[in-house]
Nanobody, 126 residues
Framework: QVQLVESGGGLVQSGGSLSLSCVVSGRTFRAYAMGWFRQAPGKERSFVATINWSANTYYADSVKGRFTISRDNAKNTVYLQMSSLKPEDTAVYYC????????????????????WGQGTQVTVSS
């Protein structure tokens, strides 16, 4: 059984920083892309960042330069370091594990991910 468990969400002031973690169990973590998505109230879930199996990273324009995605294959964990946070970053953040092993391209779309975490709330106050 594959499980993804996020942690690290919370309340932070505008301009602050927060780090999210997602631990994966039940599959060969290192073989799959990992992604972060978010869903704000009343909006559709949207792509934030992804890191493929070879550690290439890709970001949504809205977070480029502020967020950093990374992975630790020894710990089966993907991270999202968020800085210079804005109120518009407020959302539930989800991590996801890719559908295709050793896929080298970027994975921007939700349907390229097979497994999802339960989400963690990030709230940025103005």
């Amino acid at each position: 059984q594959v499980q993804l468990v996020e942690s690290g969400g919370g309340l932070v002031q505008s301009g602050g920083s927060l780090s999210l973690s997602c631990v994966v169990s039940g599959r060969t973590f290192r073989a799959y892309a990992m992604g972060w998505f978010r869903q704000a109230p009343g909006k559709e879930r949207s792509f934030v960042a992804t890191i493929n199996w070879s550690a290439n990273t890709y970001y949504a324009d809205s977070v480029k330069g502020r967020f950093t995605i990374s992975r630790d294959n020894a710990k089966n964990t993907v991270y999202l370091q968020m800085s210079s946070l804005k109120p518009e970053d407020t959302a539930v953040y989800y991590c996801a594990s890719g559908r295709r092993a050793f896929y080298s391209g970027p994975s921007y779309e939700s349907d390229t991910y097979e497994y999802w975490g339960q989400g963690t709330q990030v709230t940025v106050s103005s």
